[in-house]
């Protein structure tokens, strides 16, 4: 009965791969989030994805894409990855743009 | 950019004290939100506060707002060693349709002993 899970937990991967994590929530919400926890614990929202309205933040490199299946699941893809790519990704799910949001376990990536 | 700054960045103690945690911010907001993040694990959230409320309270938690100071105050009475944990502060900006995400400060790790 998991609210907002992701997959998976752990991802140890080689620079330059391409890699996804998945992102589900069985909440019904409208709005799905990507979010980065860097090593110093700062969260910073990457993705925000709305009734098929994507917003992305500046900073963002586009190596980075999130993908939209249907309500329930917003996928993140990352290309050629990086050593800085290295965090901790949080996907989160909010009923309404401005509520409180509900947030998955995290992905710990590695990027060796 | 970054929003928000938690003071202070560390707090340790005893179990039954109080603790209190300021977040200051940078721009207008719509409402302010504290989440709790224990070792290893995603975000729990614990409050909102709308911009145009000045305290709120849940259970064990009192927050506080202040609009002309860009300031917002976590206190968790009786504190016990499970509220162990990083708190961190989140803004929805005032302008906007909402769906940019929130923007969280640094973050106070919170240390309670027994």
């Known amino acids: 009965d998991t609210a907002v899970s992701q997959t998976p937990k752990y991802l140890v991967t080689q620079m330059g791969n391409d890699k996804s994590i998945k992102c589900e929530q069985n909440?019904?919400?409208?709005?799905m989030y990507w979010y980065k926890q860097d090593s110093k614990k700062f969260l910073k929202i990457m993705f925000s994805y709305n009734n098929k309205e994507l917003i992305i933040n500046e900073t963002v490199p586009n190596r980075f894409s999130p993908k939209s299946p249907d309500k329930a699941h917003l996928n993140l893809h990352i290309n050629s990855l990086e050593l800085g790519d290295s965090a901790v990704y949080f996907c989160?799910?909010?009923?309404?743009?401005?509520?409180?949001?509900?947030f998955g376990p995290g992905t710990r990536l590695t990027v060796l | 950019s970054q929003q928000g700054e938690e003071d202070p960045q560390a707090l340790s103690i005893q179990e039954g004290e109080n603790a209190t945690m300021n977040c200051s911010y940078k721009t207008s907001i719509n409402n302010l939100q504290w989440y709790r993040q224990n070792s290893g694990r995603g975000l729990v959230h614990l409050i909102l506060i709308r911009s145009n409320e000045r305290e709120k309270h849940s259970g064990r938690l009192r927050v506080t707002l202040d609009t002309s100071k860009k300031s917002s105050s976590l206190l968790i009475t009786a504190s016990r060693a499970a509220d162990t944990a990083s708190y961190f502060c989140?803004?929805?900006?005032?302008?906007?349709?909402?769906?940019?995400?929130?923007?969280f400060g640094k973050g106070t790790h919170l240390i309670i002993q027994p």
């Open positions: 989140a803004t929805v900006p005032f302008m906007g349709g909402g769906a940019d995400g929130l923007t």
């Open positions: 909440l019904g919400h409208d709005t």
């Open positions: 989160a799910s909010s009923p309404t743009k401005r509520g409180p949001q509900f």
